[in-house]
């Protein structure tokens, strides 16, 4: 089935610093969505991307949909504590726009006051 | 506006017992889902409700799994009998329709000693 590389797996990071991390996906997407996971609790929604090369902000956080629908981006400026946590991306399999998701692995980061 | 609802959020058990998880999507998100994580990994599809239908159980391991919603609003997810390697986070989300944006749970963590 359709897999999403995400890098890098972990980042430790100092308060105040930019954070950049990918997803990749060896075949097309037409949805790229971003998820943040706490300790204990379900992912939520960063942002969704739905248009090739679309760039959106959400806050310090900004990510891109790749112009050949098969990677994504991910940035965090001013990083802060409670920027902690995991960051999975997804997308709909298949190459639809809905229903059921494919995640990466996550990339967890870590951020030192 | 409440969010996703699952119970229990622990539950501990040794292998061949059964376990089953209940959960209340968002009032209105006719498209509910269970997903499994394992430790270190994303999300995976188990199985995806559309009302009282399951339209995707693809991923569902019958053998043992069984899912059911009943008049369409809550639902609830079994394991009969339980293995060492069903020990994860089983989530549950929801969606208005088919294309809506998926709510997550906080999850049920099932451990099997």
């Known amino acids: 089935g359709q897999q999403l590389n995400q890098s890098p797996q972990s980042m430790f990071i100092q308060e105040g610093e930019d954070v950049s991390m990918n997803c990749t996906s060896s075949s097309i997407f037409n949805t790229w969505l971003w998820y943040k996971q706490d300790p204990g609790e379900g992912p939520v929604l960063l942002i969704a991307l739905y248009k090739a090369g679309e760039l959106t902000s959400n806050g310090r956080l900004t990510a891109q949909f790749g112009i050949t629908r098969k990677d994504s981006f991910l940035n965090i400026s001013a990083s802060i504590p409670s920027d902690v946590g995991i960051y999975f991306c997804?997308?709909?399999?298949?190459?639809?726009?809905?229903?059921?998701?494919?995640f990466g692995q996550g990339t967890i980061l870590t951020v030192h006051p | 506006e409440a969010g996703v609802v699952q119970s229990p959020r622990y539950k501990i058990i040794e292998k061949k017992q059964p376990v089953a998880f209940w959960c209340n999507p968002i009032s209105g998100h006719n498209t509910l889902y269970w997903y499994r994580q394992n430790l270190g990994q994303g999300p995976e599809l188990l199985i995806r409700?559309?009302?009282?239908?399951?339209?995707?159980d693809s991923q569902l391991p019958k053998d043992r799994f069984s899912a059911e919603r009943l008049k369409g609003v809550d639902s609830t997810l079994k394991i009969q009998p339980a293995e060492l390697g069903d020990s994860a986070v089983y989530l549950c989300a929801s969606s208005k329709g088919l294309a809506g944006e998926q709510f997550f749970g906080p999850g049920t963590r099932l451990t099997v000693l």
């Open positions: 409700y559309e009302n009282e239908e399951a339209v995707d």
């Open positions: 997804a997308g709909p399999a298949g190459g639809t726009s809905y229903g059921k998701l494919t």
